[in-house]
């Protein structure tokens, strides 16, 4: 009895994780078509370019994944300091993601050593990518969180298919590096699929946040037209009346 309720609580846990990997945020209006039509275009840059080369896809990727949380956090911070206002905490969010994506870097840097050219497309992709992504926060806060959803979406989706090729064997497995061992505290005989499965949930904790974020923004903007269109209503009845 024991072991089947055991049983069931484990495929109950296991369906549980697997909707949540595949968790898909539909796009609801503009701007959140924009994030995905944005990210679907890089995500077939990533995949002409790199194939199934997912150890120098995560070196490469990673150096592009840690902008948004600092740049983020930067803006936020200013803004906090212009206007006098509290950030209810965002800002440590966002710094905390960009650390935890560059300890993915500095994990896979371990496990796949980045050609010449590969060095060169990071230089110019954060060159690019920096500036990019600071025009669309200052343009559309909802947007750029909705962006980096989106991303980490792609990215679960990725590291999926990298541990299957794991556990399939078609990729070997190799010891876990020191680092990561660390970082995320795991046993000291962990290999390459606990840390690609370990760097997934982060992936998936960071899609949740932004999202999150995003639909925030859209609640904010949401009352705020419920406000105008009550203050317009308003005015118009008293211009009536009177
Ligand atoms: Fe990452
Ligand atoms: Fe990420």
Redesign the pocket.
Same mark, same amino acid.
């Given at each position: 009895m024991t072991i089947i309720a055991h049983v069931k609580f484990s495929i109950s846990i296991y369906f549980k994780c697997m909707s949540d990997l595949n968790k898909h945020v539909q796009p609801k209006n503009f701007s959140d078509k924009v994030a995905l039509s944005f990210t679907k275009f890089l995500r077939l840059l990533a995949d002409t370019f790199f194939k199934k080369r997912y150890g120098h896809r995560a070196v490469v990727l990673?150096t592009v994944?840690a902008v948004p949380g600092m740049v983020a956090g930067m803006l936020l911070h200013l803004k906090s300091l212009r206007k006098i206002e509290d950030d209810k905490g965002w800002i440590k969010t966002l710094l905390d993601e960009a650390e935890n !994506?560059r300890m993915?870097l500095m994990t896979f840097v371990h496990i796949a050593k980045p050609t010449a050219v590969e060095r060169f497309i990071i230089m110019i992709a954060q060159f690019i990518f920096i500036l990019t992504y600071a025009i669309i926060y200052l343009v559309s806060q909802r947007t750029a969180h909705r962006i980096v959803g989106y991303f980490e979406e792609e990215?679960v989706i990725s590291y999926t298919e990298y541990l299957n090729e794991l556990e399939a064997g078609t990729i070997p497995d190799q010891p876990a590096p020191e680092i990561a061992i660390n970082y995320w505290n795991l046993p000291l005989h962990s290999t390459l699929k606990d840390v690609v499965r370990a760097?997934r949930d982060? !992936?998936a904790g960071h899609r949740d946040v932004n999202h999150q974020f995003a639909d925030l923004i859209n609640i904010k903007k949401s009352k705020k037209n419920v406000v105008t269109n009550e203050k317009i209503k308003k005015e118009k009845t008293e211009e009536i009346l009177n």
């Open positions: 990673e994944a !994506e993915h990215a760097i982060d !992936e």
